[in-house]
C-alpha cells in the first residue's frame, strides 16, 4: 500500500542548530514532493516544492533533498529559532497528480 | 484575496444531529480539496473537485458523509448523522490547478466537537 511516512516523535533542538526531518514514502513515483508548515489551530502552510531532477533546494534558511533511490527527502532548518516551532509535513500529488496527499507530520521544538 | 474561508470556526453538536460545513476557495481556482484531521491518522484527505465536478470521494469515510460544490466559490461538508468519532478539524484547501508543481492553500479549518 502507498505510505507517506514521517517521524511521529517531537524533535527537541536548541536554537541555533539545525534541525533535520524526515520523510519517506512508498508506492509513490512522485515527480515533485512538497514541504508545508503547521501551526497550532491554523491550516498548513507551503513552504518548498522539490522536483525529482533536483537533488537538493533552498530557500533562506531551509533545504530540503530529494532521494528518489531511498524514497526519501530530508528537511533543514539551519540556525533554528523559537519561532520555527511547528509542525512539519511532507506532501506528493498522487492518483495521477490531482490528489495531495500528507505525511503524518513531525513537530519541531526549538529551546532556548 | 482573502485566501480559503471556512465557516464556522468551531462547531459542538450533539450525537445524531446534522453538520454542514462550508468553505469558499480562492477565486480562480480549480481544485478544491476536503481534509479531515486528527492526531491518530493525521491529514487525510475525504474528497475533492475539479471545476466544481466531484473527482475522487475515495477517502469519505462513509455514506453519512456528503460534499458538494454547486458553484465555483462554495462548498459543503455535510456529516449527517453525526458520531463521536467524526471529532475531528476539518480543513478546506484550494489550488489552481491540479497536481505537480502547485501548491495548496488552506483555510483556518473548522473543529467539530460531536458530544
Known amino acids: 500500500s502507498q505510505k507517506i511516512e514521517q517521524n511521529s516523535e517531537a524533535l527537541n533542538i536548541q536554537e541555533g542548530k539545525t534541525a533535520t526531518l524526515t520523510c519517506n514514502y512508498t508506492?509513490?513515483?512522485?515527480?515533485?514532493l512538497q514541504w508545508y508548515r503547521q501551526d497550532p489551530g491554523r491550516g498548513p502552510v507551503f513552504l518548498l516544492l522539490?522536483?525529482?531532477?533536483?537533488k537538493e533546494k533552498r530557500k533562506e534558511r531551509l533545504k530540503v533533498t530529494f532521494d528518489t533511490t531511498l524514497k526519501q527527502s530530508l528537511f533543514h532548518i539551519t540556525a533554528s529559532q523559537p519561532a520555527d516551532s511547528a509542525t512539519y509535513l511532507c506532501?506528493?500529488?498522487?492518483?495521477?497528480?490531482?490528489?495531495?496527499?500528507f505525511g503524518t507530520g513531525t513537530q519541531l521544538k526549538v529551546e532556548l | 484575496d482573502a485566501g480559503v474561508i471556512q465557516s464556522p470556526r468551531h462547531e459542538v453538536t450533539e450525537m445524531g444531529q446534522e453538520v454542514t460545513l462550508r468553505c469558499k476557495p480562492i477565486?480562480?481556482?480549480?481544485?478544491l480539496f476536503w481534509y479531515r484531521q486528527t492526531m491518530m491518522r493525521g491529514l487525510e484527505l475525504l474528497i475533492y473537485?475539479?471545476?466544481?465536478?466531484?473527482?475522487?470521494d475515495s477517502g469519505m469515510p462513509e455514506d453519512r458523509f456528503s460534499a458538494k460544490m454547486p458553484n465555483a466559490s462554495f462548498s459543503t461538508l455535510k456529516i449527517q448523522p453525526s458520531e463521536p468519532r467524526d471529532s475531528a478539524v476539518y480543513f478546506c484547501?484550494?489550488?489552481?490547478?491540479?497536481?505537480?508543481?502547485?501548491?495548496?492553500?488552506f483555510g483556518q479549518g473548522t473543529r467539530l466537537t460531536v458530544v
Open positions: 484547501a484550494s489550488s489552481p490547478q491540479g497536481g505537480l508543481n502547485t501548491e495548496a492553500f
Open positions: 508506492n509513490y513515483s512522485p515527480a515533485y
Open positions: 522539490i522536483r525529482e531532477n533536483e
Open positions: 506532501a506528493l500529488w498522487a492518483g495521477g497528480g490531482n490528489k495531495l496527499t
Open positions: 477565486s480562480g481556482h480549480d481544485y
Open positions: 473537485f475539479n471545476n466544481n465536478v466531484p473527482i475522487d
